[in-house]
Nanobody, 114 residues
Framework: QVQLVESGGGSVQAGGSLRLSCVVSGVAFDFADLGWYRQALGKTRERVAT???????HYGDFMQDRFTISRDNAKKTVYLQMDNLRPEDTAVYYC????????WGQGTQVTVSS
């Protein structure tokens, strides 16, 4: 059974940082492509970043300067480091296992206040 469990969300002031974690089980993690997406209230879900099994990362538009995706295969965990957060980064952040079908985590709320 595939499971993705996110953690690390919370409330922070503008300019602050958070690191999200997603522990993945039920899959051969070393061979998995993974990603982070976010969905703000009333908006469509958008890609933040993805990382391949080889460690190659890609970022959504305007994401790369402040967000960093990484993975630790030994811990079966994918991370999203978020720096210099802005109020417009407020959203639910979802971890994604990129496969057929895709698997999503339950999401973790990030709230950035001005």
């Amino acid at each position: 059974q595939v499971q993705l469990v996110e953690s690390g969300g919370g409330s922070v002031q503008a300019g602050g940082s958070l690191r999200l974690s997603c522990v993945v089980s039920g899959v051969a993690f070393d061979f998995a492509d993974l990603g982070w997406y976010r969905q703000a209230l009333g908006k469509t879900r958008e890609r933040v970043a993805t990382i391949t099994s080889q460690g190659i990362s890609h970022y959504g538009d305007f994401m790369q300067d402040r967000f960093t995706i990484s993975r630790d295969n030994a811990k079966k965990t994918v991370y999203l480091q978020m720096d210099n957060l802005r109020p417009e980064d407020t959203a639910v952040y979802y971890c994604l296992l990129i496969t057929h079908p895709n698997y999503w985590g339950q999401g973790t709320q990030v709230t950035v206040s001005s």
